[in-house]
Nanobody, 119 residues
Framework: QVQLVESGGGLAQAGGSLRLSCGVSGSISSIKSMGWHRQAPGKRRELVAA??????TNYADSVKGRFTISRDNAKTVYLQMNSLKPEDTAVYYC??????????????WGQGTQVTVSS
């Protein structure tokens, strides 16, 4: 079964850094895009950053210049978070749009990882 495996996150002080990683486990045909979303208490889930199969990236305005999304191979994506702010505190979810071996597209979500930034 194809699934996303997240790691990273935790507690950081304002101005600090954290790195999240997310890998696709299982056999797939291709990855169309991968990204990170976040959801803070009482707020809607929002896109933080995404990267396509062609390595095009886009970021939420609130994280531009501070966060960087990257991929080191076909199945792992990273989110480097620098200059963290307390408002970055949220559960971060990895998301991937993949094509499976049968030729069907699947929208996958990770289990979420907590990021807490103290002031």
């Amino acid at each position: 079964q194809v699934q996303l495996v997240e790691s990273g996150g935790g507690l950081a002080q304002a101005g600090g850094s954290l790195r999240l990683s997310c890998g696709v486990s299982g056999s797939i045909s291709s990855i169309k895009s991968m990204g990170w979303h976040r959801q803070a208490p009482g707020k809607r889930r929002e896109l933080v950053a995404a990267i396509t199969g062609g390595s095009s990236t886009n970021y939420a305005d609130s994280v531009k210049g501070r966060f960087t999304i990257s991929r080191d191979n076909a199945k792992t994506v990273y989110l480097q978070m620098n200059s963290l702010k307390p408002e970055d505190t949220a559960v971060y979810y990895c998301n991937a749009l993949i094509r499976d071996r049968r030729g069907y597209d699947n929208d996958l979500w990770g289990q979420g990882t907590q990021v807490t930034v103290s002031s």
